[in-house]
């Protein structure tokens, strides 16, 4: 099991969750960030820090769980990891619960600054 980063952190990245990992495993995009699932030790904690509710267990996933395992996994691999809290973006609130960003192509493949 892992916790997952899902859809709704995508052009919400508020960040509360980097600081409250023990073990430093989440990995910043542009507009998203990722959660490295070998990383993870399932601790549970950054769940309830995330405001937008975008932090999920696989477990909770259902059908949704294989592709955002695949899409946590691939860009913690390639974007830097970030363990302090940066500037969310500033129209955040208008993008909460906009369904589909994923699909929709919202989520950059660019890195983040990381720190
Ligand atoms: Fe980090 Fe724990 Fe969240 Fe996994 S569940 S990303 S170890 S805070
Ligand atoms: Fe994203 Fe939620 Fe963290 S919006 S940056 S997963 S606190």
Known sequence: M????????????NM??????PVD????GENFLVI?????IDCGVC??????GAILADSALGAEAEKWHNINMKYSLIWPV?????????DADEWD???NKYDSGLMSELPGKGT
């Open 2 to 13: 892992t916790y997952l980063v899902t859809d709704n952190c995508i052009k919400c990245k």
């Open 16 to 21: 509360d969750c980097v600081e409250v990992c």
């Open 25 to 28: 495993c989440f990995y910043e």
């Open 36 to 40: 490295n699932p070998d990383e993870c």
């Open 47 to 52: 769940e309830p820090e995330c405001g937008p």
């Open 82 to 90: 970030i363990t302090e809290k940066g500037e969310a973006p500033a």
């Open 97 to 99: 619960g906009v369904p």
